[in-house]
């Protein structure tokens, strides 16, 4: 049913001519009286309403746009926007016109009745004689509907009610429901279960609507039906009853069972802390150290949660494993007591924002188990702290360089720029750190450095450029010397009022002081784990070559453990033995190395699996030069290569066969491929997918999971067969909510170590839930603001689109959009797409928003070749990805070319926009023209540029031609008022553009009438009458039909007009011109009066005989005719219901 309402507003109107209603009136709906807090009132012969009187009653959403004066009435699937003062209405994006506008009448807001009654699809009768309104509803249907699915899933090991997630979807028609029940239900006892069972119990979980899908996790205490506490080791079902508001209820179909069980958390972690180190205003501010417990062997990793401490109190276990992944920070276990991490730059709160200065925080750290034997655990809450920004301004490095060859700080100059309020500055520390301990160097351990390990420098009022001392040292005092990597930072030290504020500023760039040698060092270290052998060959190294090699002899690749890797200097590298160490000739590019079997690390020990290393590089010059470069990250051989694991898993329902065949899972291969023999998929309910690890996949059964060769491909696409099962064996089907999982399986020796991806969002298969993609996208540049705005994407909509809920709008790099495919589209940060409301339209016209990104997260800007591509999103997992549209570059026009030779003339005597032909030549340059517009202007009247862009009322023609056309019948002037004759006008054409529209004109011209000048005159002799179930109307035609076009005879209930009939004729008779000079025509009671209704004896008609001219029409006196029974509800001639006043 269809509803629209209306809020009460203040407004200043002027009172409206006729509000004043002689007798008081009521209203009554089906039957129940009305009691608004204005009184209904009369506005020019129409019946007006409050509007919220009436729509309270049927449970409207109401929207209200103070700024705009617009109200927006939802119900079930009708919208409809109301502006006050407007003579439209919007209902479903279409426009529905007034007879009077909404308006403001003594503080309330008032519509017509007719208007909102049979929009609503009720009947309107009205009684004359009491001033009653009757509004009957349309035999409403007050009966709800039951949900179409209910899943159940465990969420915890817990052994109760906390371990059980039910959702379900919103019904259709939810106004009229009251609530839900979630009814749980033992297995044994769940397909016997009944609505009268349901309806008798009182152990239940009650749900309010809420206008979406519902989730909820019951409670310690939740009970079945019986009323026995959830517990473990029990199987369980659940079902979920909609209550109506009007006596109605319904009972949906069973979930599958679940079975709760218990399992034992892992050990939390404790004193956790968190302090401010840094002052960069992100997550790099904040330390986080806690310790670890004393066993770690059932714990995986770790995840710091940072929490709002305003949200800290409901933080919870449940909510902790909820988070989404980029919402924490994972820390990996250490051989340490204690682990310190400080958080990136990219951290967020676990409300997914951005961690800032000026919020209270509070941090808890989760253990996250391995196995399907524990369960995570939450550790307590640190003390609450809040980023602070530093009172003084951090100063800012510019450059690091080598100036000397003392082979001591000498060597080193910093170059910084002071800190912004230098008054408030009383000097400024040097720190110099090695390059390998710098990423953990911030403001906290800044403050912590002895002072002999730093060089004070004072202010000056300027820049600085300050070049160290002999005595110099590094932060861990030693000191400075040649073929050490450091990085440089400067702290501004506050004084006054400022003393003890600190701001540190980033570190520099990297560099490696060269002392009396030409000789530099290599960069960018790093190491892998290639092969199985169990010694040196498994061990490749990586090197960005060295500056500048002339002078180099050759480089030495020295494996260090990783506990002496901080320990291991320029000297240290020296000095060991040449046994020890790995020779590489320079070849004049950078480096890769793999290890001989007999391999050393720089102790003398083989290199073997399951020790800790770092590997240095050792650039080797004339007269024994060196310079040693930073060290690697750190590495353990193991004795499988690692096999990566498939990624962006997506499944999708794309048939209906109501088995396998109906899931189409894809993927994105795993990173590498060569030690992987295949992939299998496995298909795991979403009940069990929580707990489904490496270890359960490893056991699957091979019937239970669908094999996939590599291709190569980045993307692999795959759709199961008929009998496809799930890892548990039972086959695939509709109704099920499911997860898929990959498993990269291992080649070779490497069958022991495959690697599982993560699930893919949940899936239920539908016979019904299909959706197809849109079709006919393109692209168009219609603005120079050199962002999304200016990009205006049209697109056609899907054939199957009754379960998309909304379409997503991607823009992709056209060199990228040959690998974009459905599983990149689905896993598209939201960010990244423009979301378009599914609203039953058959074709969309979307202008982007000035943020609007690529996909690749870039903003949309001139000169990058895009294409389009538009994602059909379902209401149940499923989707479908548009073709891409053409390609499209965005540029900036701004030279616009008006028309050419522009005239118009009179061409007829139509008396009517027919007579006005207007022609023009096509503007030299179209380029930058969307289409020309075509104004016709009253004389009287001023017009400029800027008029014909702000108006609405031309006549559109397409670019690419000439034009020479007389006007349409329905033209009109600029002010809306047809074109007649003997009134001059201007015409104007605008070449209408993105930017810079150009205006043409005038060209002057006045319409004339040369028809002989002999006006029609209505016909006489007009009589009416009952007879033999047909009102007979006959009448006399005009002795000089000249002028005549023909006769027309209307029948109706109200007075008319010459216009109103004549906007009748569809429903009345038209007679030809001509013998025989009298005419007969019958109205029988199977045909329609001029309102549309059915013709009745009962009520009394007017007749009308209109004489339609070339020139001029002239209409008949109305001729009664009286009801042959009459009713007496009825006031003929004297009921403003029948011309539609309500």
Do not use: C
């Not at 961690?355 to 995570?376: D, E, Q």
């Not at 110099?432 to 202010?459: E, I, P, R």
């Not at 009940?687 to 059964?701: E, I, T």
């Not at 056309?965 to 007649?980: E, F, G, I």
């Amino acid at each position: 049913m269809l509803v629209a309402v209306l809020m009460v507003v203040s407004f200043s109107l002027q009172p409206v001519e006729g509000a004043a209603a002689a007798k008081k009136i009521s209203v009554y709906v089906d039957g129940v009286k009305l009691n608004p807090l204005q009184a209904p009132t009369m506005v020019k012969g129409r019946t007006m309403l409050p509007m919220r009187a009436i729509f309270e009653a049927f449970d409207a959403e109401v929207l209200w746009n103070q700024k705009t004066s617009t109200v927006t009435a939802i119900r079930d699937d009708i919208t409809i926007v109301l502006k006050i003062g407007a003579q439209t209405a919007t209902v479903n994006n279409q426009k529905v016109a007034l007879d009077v506008p909404a308006q403001n009448l003594y503080g309330t807001t008032m519509v017509p009745v007719r208007f909102v009654s049979e929009t609503l699809g009720a009947e309107v009768l009205w009684n004359q004689s009491t001033q009653t309104v009757s509004i009957l509803t349309s035999n409403p249907n007050t009966n709800v509907n039951a949900v179409s699915y209910v899943s159940a899933r465990l969420v915890g090991k817990n052994g109760d009610g906390r371990d059980l997630e039910v959702s379900f979807p919103k019904v259709q028609r939810e106004s009229e429901v009251s609530e839900y029940r979630v009814l749980v239900v033992k297995s044994s006892n769940a397909y016997g279960f009944t609505l009268s069972q349901a309806l008798s119990t009182g152990n239940y979980t009650t749900v309010r609507p809420s206008g979406d899908d519902q989730v909820i996790t019951l409670s310690t205490q939740s009970k079945d039906v019986n009323g026995d506490i959830l517990k473990a080791n029990q199987s369980y079902s659940a079902y979920v009853l909609t209550v109506g508001k009007k006596g109605s209820n319904a009972l949906s179909g069973v979930s599958p069972s679940v079975t709760l069980s218990t399992a034992s958390p892992v050990s939390s972690v404790s004193s956790v802390k968190a302090s401010d180190v840094n002052d960069y205003g992100d997550g790099r501010d904040i330390s986080v150290s806690f310790n670890q417990p004393q066993n770690t062997s059932n714990i995986q990793n770790y995840r710091v949660m940072v929490v709002k401490t305003k949200d800290a109190g409901n933080f919870n276990l449940n909510t902790a494993n909820a988070l989404a992944s980029s919402n924490y920070s994972t820390v990996s276990k250490t051989n340490s007591t204690t682990v310190t991490t400080t958080l990136s730059s990219a951290a967020r709160d676990t409300s997914g924002e951005y961690i800032k200065n000026g919020v209270s925080y509070t941090v808890f750290v989760l253990s996250v188990a391995s196995g399907s034997n524990a369960t995570n655990q939450l550790s307590a809450a640190s003390s609450s702290f809040t980023l602070t920004a530093s009172a003084i301004g951090a100063p800012v490095i510019t450059k690091v360089e080598d100036v000397s060859n003392y082979g001591d700080g000498r060597d080193l100059m910093v170059r910084f720029n002071k800190s912004s309020d230098e008054s408030r500055v009383g000097s400024y520390r040097i720190f110099v750190v090695k390059d390998s301990k710098a990423g953990s160097f911030n403001l906290s351990t800044a403050n912590g450095v002895s002072s002999a390990y730093y060089s004070v420098v004072s202010k000056t009022g300027y820049n600085i450029n300050q070049t160290l001392s002999s005595g110099a040292r590094d932060v861990d005092g030693s000191l400075i010397s040649p073929g050490v990597v450091y990085r440089v930072f400067v702290m501004a030290v506050g004084t006054g009022s400022y003393s003890g504020s600190y701001a540190l500023s980033s570190s520099s760039s990297s560099i490696v002081l060269y002392g009396n040698t030409d000789v530099n060092a290599a960069t960018n270290v790093s190491v892998s784990d290639v092969s199985d052998y169990g010694d040196g060959r498994d061990l490749r190294v990586s090197f960005t070559r060295a500056a500048d090699e002339s002078s180099l002899y050759n480089y030495r690749i020295m494996v260090v453990k990783a506990s002496d890797a901080n320990y291991f200097s320029l000297s240290s590298a020296n000095a060991v033995s040449s046994s020890n160490y790995t020779n590489v000739s320079k070849t004049g590019y950078n480096i890769t190395q793999t290890l001989s079997s007999g391999a050393r690390d720089v102790d003398g020990q083989s290199i073997r699996n399951g020790v800790s290393y770092r590997v240095f590089v050792l650039s080797v010059g004339a007269y024994n030069t060196t310079a040693l470069s930073s060290y690697s990250p750190a590495i353990t051989l193991s004795a499988n290569s690692k096999v990566y694991p498939a990624t962006n898993v997506a499944a999708a329902d794309v048939a209906d066969y109501g088995d396998g065949r109906d899931l189409r899972v894809t993927f994105t291969r795993a990173n590498e491929e060569y030690n992987i023999s295949e992939y299998r998929i496995m298909v795991v309910r979403d009940s069990d997918a929580y707990y489904f690890d490496l270890s359960a996949a490893n056991a699957v059964s091979s019937s239970y999971y669908t094999r996939v060769s590599k291709t190569g491909n980045n993307t692999l696409t795959q759709t199961l067969s008929a009998t496809s099962r799930d890892v548990d064996g039972r086959l695939i089907q509709s109704g099920t909510k499911y997860r898929v999982f990959v498993l990269s399986v291992g080649a070779g020796g490497y069958y022991t170590s495959n690697a599982l991806s993560s699930y893919s969002s949940a899936i239920t298969l539908s016979e019904s839930y299909a959706v197809g993609a849109a079709k006919n996208v393109s692209a168009k540049d219609v603005g120079d603001s050199n962002n999304g705005s200016d990009l205006q994407v049209t697109f056609t909509r899907a054939d199957n689109d009754t379960d998309i809920s909304q379409y997503r709008v991607m823009v992709v790099k056209a060199s990228k959009a040959g690998n974009f495919n459905d599983a990149a589209a689905i896993n598209l940060n939201s960010y990244y797409y423009t979301a378009v409301r599914n609203n039953g339209n058959g074709s969309y016209n979307v202008i982007l928003n000035t943020d609007a990104r690529d996909t690749d997260g870039e903003f949309i800007v001139n000169g990058v070749s895009y294409k389009v591509f538009v994602l059909s999103v379902g209401n149940h997992g499923t989707n479908a990805l548009s073709g891409a549209s053409g390609a499209i570059t965005l540029d900036t026009v701004v030279s616009t070319q008006p028309v050419g030779d522009l005239r118009a003339s009179d061409d007829g005597d139509q008396h009517n926009g027919r007579d006005l032909k207007v022609s023009f030549i096509k503007a030299s340059d179209e380029k930058n023209i969307l289409e020309y517009r075509i104004f016709v202007v009253n004389a009287n009247r001023n017009f400029n540029i800027q008029d014909a862009l702000a108006s609405g009322r031309y006549t559109p023609t397409s670019v690419g031609s000439n034009f020479n056309q007389v006007m349409t019948q329905s033209t009109t002037d600029t002010d809306n008022k047809p074109l007649v004759e003997n009134v001059p006008y201007n015409v104007y054409v605008l070449s209408y553009a993105k930017t810079g529209s150009a205006l043409a004109g005038p060209a002057s011209v006045t319409l004339t009438d040369t028809t002989p000048q002999n006006p029609v005159t209505a016909p006489s002799d007009v009589a009416a009458a009952w007879s033999n179930g047909a009102i007979d109307v006959t009448f006399s035609k005009l002795a000089d039909e000249s002028q005549v076009q023909d006769y027309f005879v209307v029948i109706s209930q109200v007075d008319l007009t010459s216009e109103e009939v004549m906007s009748k004729k569809n429903t009345g008779k038209n007679i030809k011109k001509g013998a025989p000079p009298t005419s007969k025509v019958s109205f029988n009671t199977n045909e329609i009066d001029a309102n549309g209704n059915p013709i009745d004896n009962k009520k009394a008609y007017l007749i009308y005989v209109l004489t339609v001219g070339s020139k001029n029409n002239a209409l008949s006196k109305p001729i009664p005719v009286a009801p042959v029974q009459p009713d007496a509800g009825a006031a003929a001639g004297a009921d403003p219901a029948n011309g539609g006043s309500q």
